[in-house]
């Protein structure tokens, strides 16, 4: 996590390295820093806290005058680098701050350096002070060791010595006009503009200002200096093509809505339309049906929301295709020596693209034999440069941490994945029941204010129980992790049938359960756990696409949704349960849109 930024050119660099900042918060929100070059001397300015409390420190320092250096060095300097922290060496607070300046260097970096005390320790030895207790430190002072008055060089010395991962951009008081960038592990893009030349962890943080972008892979370096930039891998200089992408349109826009996430999901009905049409395009010209044909086994690796969204397919693709499906956590798949069979079809689904355990679960799949997807919103991202074939999700740009109508459009790839694969085996697919799902979600978002009402029972809750059976527990996951990560409740998903075997024990007077009933098969299965809760004093919130369920007497509360193919069912469930999560946020006093500790795009392991 982290997003970093540089900016070399003819505007004041401050307010750039500001604006980028600010487009890669999701990466992490702990503290912010720009270090500026000028007039021989680094300046650096840092903050605890969000991109907006450093940039109100900016603005003090400026208005202290000309009579300060540093206050002349932000108005004036036109080159710096910047960086916004999700904490993993040290806590949140200025000193940890990035950049770190050492010597004659400023570096910014994301990634974690994995050798770093072994580092330290030979720079104690020398008698260094660290003023961090970050692993980013080391780096300005290895480059300081390694300083042999060529920026580029020391760079390329330094990064040798590391492990871990890395983006890293570097500026020096022996380039006054330059900054170098390198990469491993960690994304990183630059970008040429009519104002000048840029560094950033993300696409976003360049998309109003740079007319071509270009993405380092593994092991790649860039110098930026005057008005070029070049590009080197270990065997000396390379060319590099720009991205063929429209870098104006993304700009993100509250459109009036109070929070990002309350935005998102007013857009999950586009996403789902969106995705579908994307998708049924790729199918139709690709090859990929074929590798459908010949699959006979599935792993799907993921985090998070994307994880849940794996086991949503499962049930799917089981149920449709009858193909068995792995859904496992990344981030224990890549350590658990997997097994691959002969004809896996290996799925990586990732908002971003850039989540480091999905990456390194997807590159061990493929090295292991099974033929990679990926499934990402992102038009670019560095799980789509390893993938044999990418779906992209066409939620659009997600800016609240907690996803949303991301996990909609996933939802919507694979579940047309799903009737792909059953199909490719000779099975009943009936495609229209998801040309349904987009006016479907829109009915459910039509009513969704009535969730509010609820808000103030689950946010006096010591904890909360999301319960269901089949593609309902997919949704009882969600609707849980949703909950805990913006309102800080203790919450659990649960499957309704497993409640019995420990987690009823915490069901005392007056603990919210949500139950999830919305497959004929499992209700009144799942109506013995409803019912087993109320007898404990639990007070339980129904969603439900089955009325008659919502009149029984252990229901208190019901939240109807539309009837759709019972498989595909948590793309409409799930929204009420975004919707709980949000309303019981704001009735904590919490910012959903930036919730404590986390970040959007986790690159680090
Ligand atoms: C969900 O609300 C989260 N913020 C998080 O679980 C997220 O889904 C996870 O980190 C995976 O991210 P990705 O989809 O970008 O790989």
Known sequence: MCGIVGYLGTKPAAPVLLQGLKRLEYRGYDSAGIALLHRGALYAVKQKGKVGELERKIEEIEKGGATKRVGCAAAESRIGIGHTRWATHGAPSPQNAHPHLFGKFAIVHNGIIENFAALKESCLLRGEKFSSETDSEVIAHLLAQNDCGDLLQTLQKTAALLEGSFAIAVISLNAPDAIAVCRNKSPLIVGRGKEGLYAASDIPALASSADEIFPLSDGEFALLQGETIK?????????????????????????????????????????????????????????????????????????????HSGIAAKYAVEALARIPVEVRVASEYRYCDPIVKKNT????????????????????????????????????????????????????????????????????????????????????????????????????????????????????????????????YCAALEGSLKLKEISYLPSEGYPAGELKHGTLALVEKGTPVVAIITQKKFAEKTMNAVCEVYARGGRVLLITSLAEYAARKEVEQSFLIPRCEELFSPILSVIPLQALAYYTALERGNDPDKPRNLAKSVTVE
């Open 345 to 472: 079809l290996a799925i990586a689904v990732s908002q971003s693209g850039e989540t480091a355990d999905t990456l390194a679960a997807a590159q061990l799949a493929k090295e292991k034999g099974a033929y990679l997807l990926a499934v990402t919103n992102a038009p670019y991202s560095s799980l789509t440069e390893i993938a044999d074939f990418h779906l992209e999700t066409g939620a659009g740009r997600e800016i609240g941490v907690a996803a949303t109508k991301s996990f909609n459009a996933q939802l919507a790839a694979l579940y047309f994945l799903a009737l792909s694969l059953a199909k490719a085996k000779g099975k009943a697919a009936d495609f229209s029941a998801l040309q349904t799902l987009p006016a479907l979600s829109e009915e459910v978002l039509s009513d969704i204010e009535k969730i509010k009402q609820f808000a103030p029972v689950f946010a006096a809750a010591k904890s909360v129980y999301f319960i269901g059976r089949g593609a309902d």
């Open 231 to 307: 590009f080197f891998d270990k065997t000396g200089e390379i060319d590099k093509k720009p991205l063929a992408l429209s870098l104006r349109a993304d700009l993100p826009n509250l459109c009036g809505f109070s929070h990002y996430m309350r935005k998102e999901m007013s857009e999950i009905p586009a996403a789902i339309a969106s995705s579908l049409q994307k998708i049924e395009v790729d199918f139709r010209f690709s090859h990929f049906c074929e590798v459908l044909c010949q699959t006979e086994y599935l792993q799907i690796v993921a985090c998070g929301t994307a994880y």
